[in-house]
């Protein structure tokens, strides 16, 4: 297991293979697709892998959804979609010479049925086809939009729990480089991304421990997203108030020509938003070790997301990770 | 089938006094186990009755302040001095419990084993205990094969299921046709015959040597020693996984999708609905959680805000006893409005969107503070009900 402190964030780009994970609807294709376009950026080669495959990745860079074979989608980083039983048939063509031209429908029955039967076998076609990546080097860099937290433990942990259920066989002979990859902490990292919010820091932490105790992968980074922005310095909320008081707020209406009272109320529940935010936030901080680093992205006010949107997502990254 | 059928409820509150499985979906991180816990909490001090909330894996604090502390799979009552010490006046039983899917699954087999030489073989089996520990696609079936035992048990009046996060919001809804598909298939017997009567027919030899050749002879045996002991068991479970399916498409069985307006969610509790729909499920209500408030649309007030960030300067003067900071803090007061304005129209948009699906359609607004209370779970159960 790998050994905490040796990778500091600026390094995350020198990584080979980056897993980001995160509980649902906390941002974590967005920032996958941010860390690859930061990447290209810095002239590297980047295949953004996306294994539940929804067709967001893509849409991120503009482009319609990718499949198995990836397809540059910007410049310098191409796109693709896990889809295990077209990883199963491409292993069988590179490592087995099994011909699987035209006789596709007994292949896929066969594959359905062993992946449901045992347990793992999905997960590793996952991982391997992404190890394998690595070890080929046709990219600098891959970064993979991992499962869910609650299912990444599953995925990372799957090379080890094969070791353990296959004592021969082919798989089994594939398993030792792949963990050999996946535990060197100069090659692949995790990335855990969160919320300022209640149930996404506690699962972070949770995952923490989890991939440290169940996994040979190392923990690079927290990315803490969609931190609303400090509205008011203290000297400024007093003034806030004063702005707030009823004989004040009317002046200030009759000088707009207008209620402002929504204005201002809404300035309010933004305060009162980060407040409760930076509770989660601080929670989070004490809970991690003190030298893994924590991201901050801020919030985006924008009518939609799209190759913008991860452009800005990678130049937060970039500042974050003082580049 | 009456399932499809649009309900008449025209509140939650309604629906929830028509039905006796209330099953709530929808993507993760959304609050989906706290909107369950709260309806379940309101529906106890609204309707009375016993009333359980089955969940997954419930926040610390949530699990505290329902009293959940150290309960596994069996239910726990809650309280009613948790209903009391919050101001309120329980006329029926809360009770709550946590989905514990290793014990669902040893459960299972001890119900279904036809005999103790077999299930003790099966509980030591590693790749049971794999599928059982492990893996969290077998949450899926789990999840809904509780709920049908519950059911059958009869002892409450309203059920309400907080599903386990998936990695596709409808793999919960296809686990019990899996489960049977997979004890029926065809491969299944393929792959036991051999280990069987060790004659291998022609037709299925390649499939051995592909096998074989990826997965080692030993596991290969491995494999069919436990499904060769799974299948003592083949008609019970399929006879049991197709009574779960019945009971989700029942006419007392509803579907509620809980979401956020955010882009991702959205499109998947857009999804979600649509394909209980065409399921003939019964879908009774989408529950938005965190909406922004409606003034933040408001066109009129956009306008005072626009003009508010052009002229800070002469707006703010002589207001307060620093003219420098007010006229800062009008900017942005301004421009803080024009962000959030931003989102709550691209918001207000997808909500539009998803109008008229439901029976029911409601929005929870934010609240400034965490739920992690009972008092917390009602006040957003009275949002919801009405």
Redesign the interface.
């Known amino acids: 297991m790998a050994a905490p402190g040796v990778t500091a964030a600026p390094e995350l780009l020198d990584l080979r293979l980056v897993f980001v994970t995160g509980?649902?609807?906390?941002?974590k294709?967005t920032i996958a697709a941010g860390l690859a376009q930061l990447a290209a950026e810095q002239g590297k080669r980047v295949l953004v892998c996306e294994v539940?495959a929804k067709g967001?990745v893509a849409s991120l860079f503009e482009s319609p959804p990718t499949g198995f074979t990836p397809r540059e989608v910007a410049p310098g980083v191409w796109s693709m979609s896990m889809d295990t039983e077209a990883s199963l048939r491409e292993y069988?063509k590179l490592h087995?010479r099994?011909p699987v031209v035209g006789r596709i429908g007994?292949?896929a029955?066969?594959f359905?049925?062993?992946a449901?039967?045992?347990?793992?076998v999905r997960e590793i076609l996952t991982v391997g086809k992404l190890c394998w990546e690595v070890r080929e080097s046709h990219y600098d860099l891959v970064v993979v939009d991992a499962?869910?937290s609650?299912?990444i433990i599953?995925q990372l942990?799957a090379p080890q729990?094969i070791n353990?259920?296959?004592?021969?066989?082919?798989?089994?002979s594939q398993t030792d480089w792949m963990l050999d990859i996946l535990s060197d902490p100069r090659q692949t990292g995790l990335v855990a991304v969160c919320?300022p919010?209640?149930?996404?820091v506690?699962e972070t932490l949770e995952l923490c421990t989890r991939v440290r105790e169940e996994t040979t992968v190392r923990m690079s980074a927290v990315v803490v997203n969609r931190v609303l922005p400090e509205?008011?310095s203290q000297?400024?909320e007093e003034?806030?108030e004063?702005?707030r008081a009823p004989e004040?707020e009317h002046?200030?209406s009759e000088?707009?020509?207008?209620?402002?009272a929504?204005?201002?109320?809404?300035?309010r529940?933004?305060v009162?938003?980060r407040r409760?935010r930076s509770v989660h936030l601080q929670r989070l901080q004490a809970g991690l070790f003190p030298d893994m680093p924590v991201l901050l992205m801020p919030y985006l006010?924008?009518?939609?997301?799209g190759a913008r949107t991860t452009r800005q997502v990678a130049r937060s990254l970039g500042e974050e990770l003082g580049l | 089938m009456t399932a499809a059928r649009p309900g008449t409820a025209k509140t939650v509150g309604q629906l929830l006094a028509a039905k006796d499985i209330v099953i709530a979906c929808g993507?993760?991180?959304?609050g989906k186990t706290t909107t369950a816990a709260s309806l379940a909490a309101t529906a106890v001090v609204e309707e009375g009755g016993r009333v359980l909330v089955l969940t997954v894996d419930p926040?610390?604090?949530l699990a505290d302040a329902l009293g959940l502390k150290g309960i596994g799979n069996d239910e726990v009552r809650i309280p009613d001095e948790v209903f009391t010490d919050a101001a309120a006046r329980p006329r029926g039983q809360l009770w709550a419990a946590m989905l514990d899917t290793k014990q669902s699954w040893d459960d299972l087999i001890r119900a279904h084993a036809p005999d103790e030489a077999t299930r003790e073989q099966i509980l030591a089996n590693?790749?049971y205990q794999?599928?059982s520990g492990?893996?969290?696609q077998s949450h899926d079936y789990i999840a809904m094969e509780r709920l049908y035992e519950i059911h059958c048990e009869g002892k409450y009046d309203l059920i309400v299921v907080d599903t386990p996060?998936t990695?596709?919001a409808l793999d919960f809804l296809d686990a019990p046709q899996?489960m049977a598909d997979?004890f029926s298939?065809r491969?299944?017997r393929w792959?036991i015959v051999p280990y069987r009567s060790r004659v291998v027919n022609m037709a299925s030899r390649?499939?051995y040597q592909?096998?074989?050749?990826?997965?080692?002879?030993?596991?290969l045996a491995?494999?069919s020693e436990f499904?060769i002991l799974f299948q003592s068991m083949y008609k019970g479970f399929v006879e049991r996984a197709e009574a779960v399916t019945r009971l989700l498409s029942d006419r007392r069985t509803t579907f509620m999708v809980v979401s956020?307006l955010?882009?991702?969610?959205v499109r998947e509790a857009e999804f979600f609905s649509a394909e209980l729909t065409a399921r003939k499920l019964h879908l009774g209500a989408i529950v938005l959680n965190k909406v922004l408030?409606e003034?933040?649309c408001?066109p009129?007030?956009d306008?005072?805000?626009q003009?508010?960030k052009a002229?800070a300067e002469?707006?703010?003067e002589g207001?307060?006893?620093?003219p420098v900071?007010?006229r800062?803090?009008?900017g942005?007061?301004?421009e803080?409005?024009l962000?959030?304005g931003?989102?709550a129209r691209?918001e207000a948009e997808q909500q539009a969107e998803l109008k008229g699906a439901p029976d029911v359609l409601v929005t929870v607004p934010?609240f400034?503070?965490?739920i992690?209370d009972m008092a917390g779970l009602l006040q957003l159960g009275a949002q919801v009900w009405e």
């Open positions: 509980k649902g609807g906390v941002g294709t539940d967001d069988l087995l099994i007994p292949l029955r066969a359905d049925f062993v449901t039967a045992a347990p793992g499962p869910a609650g299912h599953g942990a729990a353990d259920l296959v004592k021969v066989g082919l798989i089994r919320t919010e209640e149930m996404p506690s509205l008011f000297r400024e003034i806030f004063q702005l004040t002046v200030l000088r707009v020509g207008g209620p402002v929504p204005v201002l109320e809404a300035a529940l933004a009162t938003m409760t006010f924008a009518r939609g997301f | 993507p993760g991180g959304v926040a610390r604090r590693p790749l794999n599928i492990r893996f969290v996060p990695r596709n899996r997979f298939s491969l299944l792959l390649p499939f592909v096998a074989d050749r990826i997965l080692g002879t030993q596991f491995d494999i499904f956020t955010e882009a991702t969610p408030p003034y933040l408001d009129r007030t306008k005072l805000a003009s508010m002229r002469e707006l703010a207001l307060t006893d620093d900071v007010a800062r803090v009008v942005e007061v301004a803080s409005f962000n959030f931003v989102v691209r934010f400034d503070a965490d992690y």
